[in-house]
């Protein structure tokens, strides 16, 4: 019933940052927290985990490859996630995906990871790095 739209990619110079955003519509309102993650696909590759945020509680993990450059955060609700990627690098190129992995009751974030652990995607959003 909920659908996930993200927003803000584009092409950016080696070192530069962008901001990419998902948001969520079409649920009902539920008090539970969410598992929320970001992940990304690049031609060629397999679908990588770049983060997991248990909502109201904070991330869940941060993948090796982008520790310490990429930070989540939540918006005013949890209906909203964004991803500050810093010191962008060739290799983050690909399409960065959100994803629930459920909305509306109550779920145990600690062990999700993949993305066959989430129920809910949006369409994708292109980041290219260019050197």
């Known amino acids: 019933q909920v659908q996930l739209v993200e927003s803000g990619g584009g092409s950016v110079q080696a070192g530069g940052s962008l901001r990419l955003s998902c948001s969520a519509s079409?649920?009902?309102?539920?008090?539970?927290?969410?598992?929320m993650g970001w992940f990304r696909q690049a031609p060629g590759k397999e679908r990588e985990t770049v983060v997991v945020?248990?909502?109201?509680?904070?991330?869940?993990y941060y993948g090796d490859s982008v520790k310490g450059r990429f930070t989540i955060s939540q918006g005013d609700s949890k209906s909203t996630v964004f991803l500050q990627m810093n010191s962008l690098k060739p290799d983050d190129t690909a399409m960065y995906y959100c994803?629930?992995?459920?909305?509306?009751?109550?779920?145990?974030?600690?062990?999700?990871?993949?993305?066959?652990?989430?129920?809910?995607w949006g369409q994708g959003t292109q980041v290219t790095v260019s050197s």
């Open positions: 945020i248990y909502t109201g509680s904070g991330p869940t």
């Open positions: 994803a629930a992995r459920e909305w509306g009751s109550y779920t145990d974030c600690s062990n999700a990871r993949g993305a066959a652990d989430f129920r809910y």
């Open positions: 079409g649920y009902t309102y539920s008090s539970y927290s969410v598992c």
